[in-house]
């Protein structure tokens, strides 16, 4: 039997194949689950690149559209896939878009889920504008774990700018 997180991955690959995102990766207290010890969170992040927009707002209006489509409810910012709420992120900066471009796909019960590297997800919680005494924590246990490439963390801290 398919757990309800497996089946959500399934849907996050059929939003990409619908065209309705460009591009996603798991993000995260879930993405920490393929690279360290799990953590309990309640939702799962999900960092998507959108198709061109005009104007200078993010609309996530599609992704939501899709949802509704395929009968999956909305809670505040969440939509509930299978039962797992996904909160949508969209890329906000170059780190967010390499973070993303050089996801790696992995296997989730038999699904293929593209997942933020352990480097890029260290350097996001250390983001200003996501810095906060938890993330910072989050990224200290990554940088000591064995999955992560300890040169590519430094190159991305130097590259932008953030403290460790």
Do not use: C
């Amino acid at each position: 039997m398919t757990s309800s997180f497996a089946l959500a991955l399934r849907a996050l690959n059929e939003l990409k194949d619908a065209g309705v995102v460009r591009e996603y990766a798991l993000g995260g207290a879930m993405a920490l689950v393929f690279w360290t010890e799990p953590i309990a969170t309640y939702d799962l992040d999900v960092f998507v690149v959108l198709p061109p927009q005009e104007g200078a707002i993010v609309n996530l209006s599609p992704i939501y559209e899709w949802a509704a489509q395929r009968g999956y409810s909305t809670l505040a910012e969440h939509v509930l896939i299978e039962g797992v709420p996904v909160q949508w992120i969209p890329s906000h900066n170059a780190l967010s878009d390499e973070a993303i471009e050089t996801a790696q796909t992995l296997d989730y019960e038999g699904v293929a889920v593209r997942v933020i590297r352990p480097e890029y997800l260290a350097a996001l919680y250390l983001e200003p504008s996501a810095r906060t005494p938890k993330r910072r924590e989050r990224a200290a246990a990554l940088a000591e774990s064995p999955v992560v490439d300890r040169e590519l963390l430094q190159r991305l801290l130097r590259r932008y700018t953030l403290e460790s």
